[in-house]
């Protein structure tokens, strides 16, 4: 049990992780005799409450980080609209300082050419803005980044939805980002993230495979032990899997050394 903790613990991922996994490990620490009394069950479905409650405490900080980033694009765009209305004053009371011959000429000129041409600057933004990328395209070229290796791509695009608004894409994204952190060898993230994908939807259709990259990635940290309670859960929770989840699951199951 303990060794599954301080797995965590060491993490890096983010000082809000780090210092809930320290104050677990502290709390196995002291209660070492007793845990060593219990079963393995048990010790399996500790470590999966710590990393529920960790996971619902970063949950939270996404959806305030998501709120404040949404505040200051607001904010960016009132500066921008309040910036250009002064420009134009500006520009209007310059061109009025021509004299007063023929002021009524070029007001009416103004007026007629501002009338005119009031949607010709729209029309041009419009065609010359680039198209925003939904999630379902941002998770498209992800994953495509991911098949070329590109991890560092891959996870970028990721964080980018998982950043976003809430939507079911996110659990596709936060599976995403722990196949590209396991790409990059950060096995110890990309086990929280496996974990945090089951979590956000413990029976869709990512839950089996995020429970398998679990495992699969406490085998590379070296943790059997850990690995056979999360290939546990698996077969328990999803006693009829997909054909390759139950292929790789029993290879999985060797490389660990589980008993069942």
Do not use: W
Not at 103 to 115: D, I, L, N, R, S
Not at 195 to 208: F, K, L
């Amino acid at each position: 049990m303990r060794s599954v903790v301080s797995s965590f613990v060491h993490a890096g991922r983010r000082p809000l992780r780090t210092g809930l996994l320290g104050m677990a490990l502290g709390l196995v620490a002291l209660h070492g005799p007793a845990v060593a009394r219990s079963t393995s069950d048990d010790n399996g479905n500790l470590v999966l409450q710590l990393l529920d409650r960790v996971n619902t405490l970063e949950e939270q900080t996404r959806d305030m980080r998501g709120q404040i980033d949404q505040l200051n694009n607001q904010v960016q765009q009132q500066n921008a609209t309040l910036s250009k209305q002064i420009a134009d004053m500006n520009f209007a009371m310059q061109n009025g300082h021509g004299g007063a011959s023929g002021a009524g000429a070029v007001a009416g000129a103004a007026a007629g050419g501002a009338a005119a041409g009031a949607s010709a600057p729209l029309a041009s933004a419009d065609e010359a803005a680039p198209a925003k990328r939904t999630a379902a395209d941002i998770l498209k070229e992800g994953n495509a980044a991911l098949l070329r290796q590109d991890y560092t791509a891959a996870q970028a695009d990721a964080q980018q939805v998982l950043s976003g608004p809430k939507s079911p894409r996110q659990v596709d994204a936060q599976y995403l980002l722990a196949q590209s952190l396991a790409g990059q060898k950060q096995y110890r993230q990309s086990a929280l993230a496996y974990y945090d994908t089951y979590n956000r939807s413990p029976h869709g259709a990512r839950a089996p495979s995020a429970l398998l990259g679990v495992a699969a990635t406490l085998v590379a940290l070296g943790d059997k032990a850990s690995a056979c309670q999360a290939l546990d859960k698996l077969s328990n929770e999803f006693p009829e899997p997909e054909a390759r989840i139950r292929s790789a699951e029993g290879v999985y199951r060797k490389k660990a050394k589980c008993s069942s």
